[in-house]
Structures are given as structure tokens and as C-alpha cells.
């Protein structure tokens, strides 16, 4: 029985943003799905006791400078964001708004997300960022606001967040497959392994 | 000119063990020599508001299972210690007072000291089972324990720790080389192409 890959990550994640430009055709040549889930690692954090890479010390002089050079590596355009990390809500709620009723449109918009905050430079905290980053892909500014200010899609978020923290997912990105859980990029080769058969 | 590749790592560090299974022949493979450099994390984290990663809160027992995965993705021999994390100063100054004399044998000693910790199932933090492990590679008890008590090796492990921390090494393992630096053996993919040529 194959079942999706669940496939946790943070809008605000340089990490998460490279899994994204992977993770489908990985999933794709082991005949898997992906099953996209944005959340918020601040909300994530206030359990977890985590903070933002960026802001620790020593590693977070790294870091940046790992963001970039794994850009490099792994041949994806990268523009480390003026404003960086901010919070997306507005972003995670027009994902989940757009996921109940058209999934795959919900990934598109997932990836003008990251392609606006990490190659074009857009403040995705700002939600009219993000509404012009569902224009992008067909959405109607309307629809779009409407949806982010949804109480059900709230509702939907804190839900997905709280499910998140609940299976102890605490960084992005973050993979489980068949409860087995794989924490960055950089395990995406043990994940690969693991497609092939659990070892 | 190619320059020797300093490989920081604390004993107590699986990831650092599963570098040290891999370091000299990357560095080789492209005719890099490798000067290992054991450090005490515990005071490096002094200085950078660290933690140990099995002491994080999710994180901790998602590092355990990981460090196991990894070991079995790596192909490489691994039993969790049971007292993990230790400290592991009469290491660091055994390998030393060793280095000072002859380096070889101290890579030796280090790759017996990781051994005895996570495969034979010894508590290196304990000084006579760093004696035992030196014995097994043809030291004697006497002048290995004079080492450890030496006041000059005291005071250069000393100077190693601060000039490790002055490099920005904040974890372990954490390779640099021609001033770059790599954290992590889930760098090593990245190091190597870097040996291949910057990028």
C-alpha cells in the first residue's frame, strides 16, 4: 500500500523552500504523492522551546552562508530575502483555503509563495504579497482576501499546526513517510533510501 | 597549493563517528591530508548557548532514532551508548599529549576512542577506559595517564577549545577547509564537491 508523503514546511524556511523544488519528483519516481502541509514554526517553536536559526549565535553566521551555497549545490535560484525569517500566516491560510478545494492549485500557489520570497524578493508576511502571488496563478484578489480572513480556515490552520506539533514535527522541512521522520533537505538522501525500502 | 582539512569533533558525537569513518579517504581522494582536531563541546556551548541535541525537546528523540538510521545508511558499525551524551576530557588531552609526538597514532587512538564508545559499548568519560583503549593500540597506562595530567597538554586543549571557538566551530563534526566551513556529515556531499573546486 503506497500513501502519501507528508511534507511539513514553513514558508519562511530556505531549507523548506529547497525540499519543495524536489520532493514531487522524488515522491513521483517511487510512485508516491506528496501531501503539502505549510505551517508556522513560530507556533511550532513556543512548544519546542526552537528558535529561528538565523538569530542564534555562531550558527546563525553559518547558516546564511549554508542558505546560499546549498542554493548552489543543489542548482536552485536563491536570493537570501531583505526581511528574513518573517512570519506567514496570511500565506499558510491562503494555502489551506485554496488545498480544500483545489489541492493542486494549492501546491502552485505553495511554490509562487517561496518563488516570490526567495528568488523575486517579496515580503510574503505582507498579505497583499501574497494575494498578488495568487493572482499570479489565476486567483481573484477577492476570493483570495476572503479566504485568509475565513473563520473556518483559522480554524483549519490551528488544527494542522496543533496535528503537526502533536506528531512531533519540529523543524522544516520536515518528511514523514510511513511514520518514519525526516528532518531536512539534507535527508533527503536517507528519504530516498527509505522510498526504496525501509532499512 | 592544497592545505591540510581541520576536522573538529567531540567524542561524544555520533555524527562526529560517523565522520571520522570517512574523512581521510574524501581528503585523500583529492589529495588533502586531514588534521583531526577533538574538541569538548560542552564548553563550546558555553560560549554559544548550545545544547546536546538528545537534551532539545522533539528534537532529542528524533536525533536518537536518526543517529541509529544514519549509522545503517552509512553503512557504519553503531550501538547507542548508554551514558550519552559524556564528557570526554581525559580524550581530548590523551589525544593531545599523543598529536604533540606522533599525529598518526593519535588519529589511532581517536578512531579506538570512538570505537570503544559507540560499538564496544565503554564509558569513555571514564579516564581507564581512555588508558584501556590506548593500551589496545600499544601505549602504555603509565605514560598515557602522565599525559592526560600533563599541565602543557591541559593548557593546549585549552587553546585548541578557544581556537575553535574563535573559528566559529559551534558543533561537531565541522570541517574547515581553505576557510570554509562545513557542518555536519550530511555536509560531506557538499565538501566534496568543494574539494572538487569552490563553487
Known sequence: MNTAIDFYFDFSSPYGYFASAKIDALA??????????????????????????????????????????????????????????????????AFWWLQATDPAKAVALAKALYRAYFVDGANISDTGEVIKSAQGIGLGADEVAAGINDPAVKEKVKMEIASAIARNVFGSPYVIVDNEPFWGVDRFDQLERWLQGPF
Open 28 to 93: 513521483a519516481k517511487y510512485g508516491r504523492t506528496v501531501a503539502w502541509r505549510p505551517i508556522l514554526l513560530g507556533i511550532v517553536f513556543k512548544t519546542t522551546g526552537g528558535r529561528p536559526l538565523p538569530e542564534l549565535p555562531l550558527k546563525g553566521e553559518y547558516v546564511r552562508s549554508d542558505f546560499e551555497r546549498s542554493a548552489r549545490f543543489h542548482g536552485i535560484p536563491y536570493r537570501t530575502p531583505i526581511a528574513f525569517p518573517v512570519g506567514t500566516m496570511s500565506a499558510v491560510r
